[in-house]
């Protein structure tokens, strides 16, 4: 392992950072209190000397990014990224203590959406736009943004790039790292300039259009207002949400065949026609359940108005199902009140998520499909031996080496799962939120259901559950392998 290439590395990233950091710290000179300008200042401060500091304290003997480097500098580079994005929220008096600001940065970067405030509304404007901002730089990557601002990185880049968005699609925009790291940020740029306008026009003040803009492009969830998008209560604005979200769920590489003229080779993507299939189904059975089965029970004693009509259980199931299964976490109804059917529905669907090659979080729709093709496959080998039968995407025969590092990353997906929500009941946390509220983090949703539900936050649960959570966070995001492979000891040895 090279350490003096990975320090010098981060130590860009911080510097990058610390000028990052100056926007919000303008938004707070426009809007702000003495104590929140304060807070950015001392952050730029800090994220700056200490950038600075690791850059130009050791000499690469090398400057040939290895995979061992690139896990180590993408790994490290989110801790110290988190690390130096709590300082506004902990200088400024936003949170009371480190870690709440700590799980409040990582829930943001990683786009989870998870949230410790009961009272977001009360929160300075800089404040509120630096929690939004951090989702919109972690949708697509800052890593991401490193290789497109700097592309003589060369083939370090690659393995950045790789490191930090792990895709099982073999589909390539250009040769180059840097030009497909550019292409997408240019795609993810537009579709921000895009949806600013349109929640503008359909009632948002420009501050929330900004902020909402963010967080929905990144799949992220967070927003300016306690109740969520249930605040606007605009049809409008929630169809709009819909129909980003699941653009931003979609793999970034049809958006440049989009963009390109290449139409067709987007309607005959397996993956993107599983998506559309999965999200049209969510919502027809959450619907029906709405309709049919919301009933006394499930509403303290009260008919939900609301569901009474098919027209409203629509609305209601296709704005959760769509925001669920893109990972963005957004809410218009509190489905914590839901029929136990929607609720557990919900719960899966965290697991599946949204297309490989894209902002959303889960398993990926990739990998369901191949889990369940390579399954077949068994099976039918099991009464013809001697079949020869190739498990296909889009057409395209997929390697085994694929389908074996599909499979391990479920099983360990799913093993890791267990344990940290076995975990957290060693704390005293419920086992219906000790499950759903790793789910949702390791997933990155945001919102669960029991004692973390669309309307309460993660702010009561016990400091070691919320340093759980936070890593659930980051492994979600980093899609596991990347993370993992730091604490083996071979990933060190030379």
Not at 184 to 195: C, D
Not at 269 to 298: D, H, K, P, Q, W
Not at 330 to 353: K, T
Not at 455 to 484: D, H, Q
Request: glycine share 8%; charged share 15%.
């Amino acid at each position: 392992m090279n350490i003096p290439l990975v320090l010098n590395t981060l130590g860009n990233l911080i510097i990058l950072l610390s000028g990052i950091l100056l926007i919000p710290f303008g938004v707070s000179l426009f809007y702000g209190t003495k104590e929140e300008i304060w807070a950015f200042v001392i952050s730029i401060l800090a994220s700056g000397i200490i950038g600075v500091a690791l850059k130009y304290s050791l000499r690469p003997r090398s400057e040939d990014v290895t995979a061992r480097e690139g896990l180590a500098i993408v790994t490290f580079w989110w801790v110290s990224c988190a690390f130096f994005g709590a300082l506004p929220y902990w200088l400024s008096g936003a949170c009371d203590n480190f870690c709440d600001s700590y799980f409040e940065s990582m829930s943001g970067l990683t786009t989870t959406g998870a949230s410790i405030f009961s009272d977001i509304e009360a929160l300075p404007q800089g404040i509120l736009f630096w929690r939004s901002m951090t989702q919109w730089l972690g949708g697509m990557g800052i890593v991401v943004f490193f290789v497109a601002v700097l592309p003589n990185i060369g083939v370090g880049g690659h393995k950045l790039f790789s490191a930090e968005a792990p895709d099982i699609t073999t589909d390539k925009i250009k040769p180059r790292i840097a030009q497909t790291a550019k292409i997408l940020w240019v795609i993810y740029l537009s579709l921000t300039a895009i949806i600013i306008p349109l929640f503008w026009f359909g009632g948002m003040e420009f501050f929330d259009a900004i902020c909402h803009a963010f967080t929905t492009v990144s799949t992220g969830g967070f927003s300016t207002k306690n109740q969520s998008i249930a605040a606007f209560d605009s049809l409008f604005i929630e169809l709009v949400i819909i129909i980003f979200t699941f653009i931003a769920a979609s793999n970034f590489i049809l958006h440049y065949q989009v963009v390109t003229g290449r139409i067709r080779k987007v309607f005959v993507n397996s993956e993107l026609r599983f998506f559309v299939g999965l999200v049209f189904c969510a919502i027809c059975l959450v619907t029906l359940a709405l309709f049919f089965f919301e009933s006394s029970e499930y509403n303290g004693g009260v008919k939900n108005l609301e569901y009474e009509n098919i027209g409203g259980a629509l609305r209601y199931a296709a704005f959760q199902a769509v925001s669920i299964t893109t990972s963005t976490g957004y809410c218009n109804a509190d489905f914590d009140i839901w029929p136990n059917f929607c609720r557990f529905f919900l719960v899966l669907l965290m697991f599946i998520g949204g297309c490989a090659g894209s902002t959303a979080g889960g398993m990926k729709v990739a990998r369901i499909m191949l889990l369940f093709k390579s399954s077949v496959r068994e099976m039918v080998h099991l009464l013809r031996p001697r079949a020869i039968m190739h498990v296909k995407l889009s057409g395209k025969p997929v390697s085994e080496d694929i389908i074996t590092n599909t499979l391990g990353f479920i099983v360990i997906h799913l093993g890791l799962f267990g344990i940290f929500a076995l975990i957290l009941t060693i704390f005293g946390t419920e086992v219906i939120t000790s499950f759903s509220a790793v789910a949702s983090m390791m997933n990155n949703i945001g919102p669960d259901v029991a004692d973390a539900g669309s309307s309460r936050n993660y702010g009561e649960f016990a400091y070691p559950c919320k340093w759980v959570l936070i890593f659930c966070m980051l492994l979600g995001r980093l899609e596991i392998y990347t993370v993992i492979l730091i604490f083996l000891p071979l990933t060190w040895k030379k």
